[in-house]
């Protein structure tokens, strides 16, 4: 069952979110060679906590931190640790907040510094997925609409989609019907109404789509060990597209044009 939000749910929803957009535009100012990841998630819970919300990814299912940074070839849940940043790599972050019982999640990958062109190119491609995505949650479509926009998008470029890891539903829960592919599962699935609310993920690799799960049972790192972009957003559908509730200015990713 997909759940239908009321304007004042939404509200709330847009309160968790902007939570979370307003760490992500902290964080954005920390990405550089030689800042500890465990820094970077102590100042995400610093502020998640000051603005009275609760760091929903800590203690679920056991995860131990309030964010998720994923560095170069981890696709995603990467644990915060004593690792440096470095020149040239691209960082993820993820973050998700519960506020007032409603739930906000977004994720973003940064270059730390100055990085190759075919990974900048992965960052750009991979957030363009995301844009055309959400352009393609409006009412009267269907859920496979969202995830051909982002297998469209990133066909060209020879990347591997990441199967195994899905948006999702989002609201008093984090994790909420329905599943939200990002490749196309060849049904068409559920159609769209107004007020349904979905975290749409794109997780892309530079070459084979093909993960590992590394022995803490979180960290997830293409099976290639080549780079991998994630971006999310949380978004309400509407009549011409999903409205991002994560929106921000600071770092405007998932807002660009094409
Ligand atoms: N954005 C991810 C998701 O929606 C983050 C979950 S991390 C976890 O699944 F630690 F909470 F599992
Ligand atoms: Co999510």
Redesign the pocket.
């Known amino acids: 069952m997909i759940a239908i939000r009321t304007e004042r749910e939404i509200a709330l929803l847009r309160q968790a979110n902007q939570i979370v957009a307003a760490v992500h535009a902290v964080l954005k100012d920390m990405i550089r060679p030689g800042v500890i990841t465990r820094e970077i998630d102590a100042a995400a819970e610093a502020i998640i906590r000051e603005k009275g919300a609760v760091p ?2 800590k203690g ?2 056991g ?1 131990p931190a309030a964010t ?1 940074i994923s560095i170069e070839e981890v696709v ?2 990467g644990i915060p640790s004593k690792r440096a940043l470095k020149e040239g790599e691209i960082v993820s972050i ?1 973050i ?1 907040v519960s506020y007032k019982g409603y739930f906000g ?1 977004a ?1 973003v990958t940064w270059p730390c510094g100055h990085v190759s062109p075919d990974r900048r190119r992965l960052l750009e491609v991979t957030d363009l997925a995301l844009s055309r995505a959400i352009r393609a949650a409006k009412v009267g479509a269907f859920l496979q609409d969202i995830s051909r926009a982002v297998e469209k998008t990133c066909r060209a470029d020879g990347y591997g989609i990441v199967r195994d890891f899905v948006g ?1 539903g989002i609201g008093t829960a ?2 909420e019907d329905p599943q939200v592919p990002n490749f196309d599962t060849g049904r068409r699935g559920p159609r769209l109404k107004k007020g349904m609310v979905l ?1 749409i ?1 794109p997780m892309v690799n530079m070459r084979s789509h093909e993960v590992v799960l590394l022995e803490d049972g979180w960290t997830a790192i293409t099976a290639d060990h080549l780079p991998s972009a994630h971006f ?1 957003h949380s978004i309400v559908v509407r009549e011409n597209g999903g409205e991002i509730l994560s929106a921000s200015r600071e770092c405007d990713w998932g807002q660009r044009p094409g």
Request: some cysteine; aromatic content about 16%.
């Open positions: 929903a990814f679920y299912r995860y998720c995603v849940h993820d998700g999640d994720a999702h984090m994790h975290a993920e999310e």
